[in-house]
């Protein structure tokens, strides 16, 4: 069908305003964007990935991206300190979920595997809503086919285990050592933000190191402050193509503690907001936020930090998508 076709023809690529149905109403898709089953014509692609399958504490990150969906519809147009008009600049759209096995790790690694390399088929840079951090491991195998990603990665967790009651490798504590064995991540191009917590043995945080991940604590981002972490995560990643993966239990729970691993003493969600603006004119291929469980947060909270931030994520993706579509259109 014509409205099919790349490019978008008649279909829409921007929210419903505000002033056309009050933001309380409608069936509720991420920003209020369209709901497309085809990822053809789009740009970005808003995508929920509702599935804890990989967590081993508390459980419940299954529930966030319905949750996302419904608080990010007060999301708006214009970033309100960068100006950046993210639906202005690129065409988005909510993708949908990805449709896991709830009961199924194999199977649901590859379901969202499949999911996302048909929408990187189609040229679309995704941003997701997850879920628990190991969601980040199958859209890594599907977006970084054939160079290994940069990432600049916030979290409690360096989320670089081996494997978990002995024989279990795909935990939401593995999936970067898995995306460095497979050759998805750079670890020389990945800077973990925010990192705290209790270790299981003096070795813990050895292999991270040994492969070169840049690591900055909880306790060297208050000694360096926002500004020069930013530049350090900046210089980290460098021009190369690079992931933003954006754990809420990263912030101090008292900013997100509908999350399923908290720890407490992390950053604020201004130092996050600010950290994210930071981004801007990187060569960002996507982004997710993850870990975002709201049966341990009634008040809701969690969820638009989580939708917050995916906005914020939005806005650099949006810039760097329409700075990359430039440069092929001038070359
Ligand atoms: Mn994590
Ligand atoms: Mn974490």
Redesign the pocket.
Known sequence: MAEDSAGGGERSFKPVSGNVMPRFSGIATFMRLPYLEDPAGAEIGLIGVPWDGGTTNRAGARHGPRQIRDVSTMTRNVHHVSGTKPFDLCRCADLGDVPVNPIVIEDTIERIEKFFARVHAAGVFPLSAGGD?LITLPIMRAIAKGRALGMVHF???T?TSDKYFGENYYTHGTPFRRAIEEGLLDPKRTVQIGIRGALYSDSDADWGADQGIRVITIEEFYDLGVDAVIAEARRVVGAGPTYVSF?V??LDPVYAPGTG?PEIGGFTTFEAQKMLRGLAGLDLIGGDVV?VAPPFDPSGNTAIVGATMMFEILCVLAEAVAARRQDAAAE
Do not use: M, S
């Open positions: 951090h979290d409690a967790h989320d754990d239990d990263g691993t870990e």
